[in-house]
């Protein structure tokens, strides 16, 4: 029986997690909790190894955690849950289908009816129109990506989990990706938890930007982002608002990593 408690889309409750076996002892994070509303972006950035995939991986179940409880839209997650969307760093597209029969891969395995309809509305939302045919090796990274953020959408998730997901783009190609999903994320309602070594990707996107202690991870501090619903990037960028919260988690993270 799943019981529901409280309205958080994502209820992380003092999870800690220790990975052990003879040769590996680590405590990977340490009492975080975090509650992510439903429709809310929510960005996690950390020093590297602090647990921030292994945050994402306690979400969707592929991990348990070892003490604490993680809830997604409403029940404890105790096994992999099939019911979300995930982004990785690589784009992980077969490499002998088209784009859009990656991007159908998401139906078949669910066994989902006449998702070709919902998969042409998501090529045009992410500007891959012209392209469905393309083999990955034939498409740019970034375009590799909208695949990937494509079968990641294709069954509606409420909840949609990335991990680094532009972190293998250049600087420009990042920026424009950070635009469309700014606007997928509008457009679609999806609550986002968002890992990125990027801060500007995450002032840009958040409504909140969580950044974590180095490991054993914790939630250092929770940083709330008040930017106009309207964000052309140049102008964002040049927003008082937005150096202001950059400079600060600069500042943190920098804390952080200082002996
Ligand atoms: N399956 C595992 N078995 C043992 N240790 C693990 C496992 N997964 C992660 N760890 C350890 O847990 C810690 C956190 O790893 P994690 O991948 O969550 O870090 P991260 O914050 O995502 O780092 P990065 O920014 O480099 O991706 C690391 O010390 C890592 O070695
Ligand atoms: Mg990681």
Known sequence: MTVTVGTAAVEIDSVAVHFR?????????????????????????????????????????????SSGKVRLLGDVVTGPRHDIGYVFQRAALLEWRSARRNILLQAEMRGMPDAGKRADELIEMTGLRGFEDALPHELSGGMQQRVALCRALLHRPRVLLMDEPFGALDALTREQMNV??????????????LVTHSIAESVYLSNRVVVMTPRPG??????????????????????PKF???????????????RP
């Not at 680590?26 to 972006?41: N, Y």
């Not at 150096?243 to 990593?257: K, N, V, Y």
Request: proline share 4%.
């Open 218 to 239: 914790a939630v250092q501090e929770i940083i709330d982002v008040d930017l106009p619903v309207e964000r052309d990037y140049s102008e964002t960028m040049a927003l």
């Open 21 to 65: 076996s003879k040769k590996i002892d680590v405590t990977a994070l340490r009492e975080v909790s975090l509650d992510v509303a439903p429709g809310e972006f929510v960005s996690i950035v950390g020093p590297s190894g602090c647990g921030k995939s292994t945050l994402l991986k306690l979400v969707s179940g592929l991990l348990k955690p």
């Open 180 to 193: 469309e999903l700014h606007r997928i994320w509008r457009e679609t309602g999806t609550t986002v938890l």
């Open 243 to 257: 150096s202001t919260a950059a400079a600060h988690i600069r500042e943190l993270l920098g804390a952080s990593m």
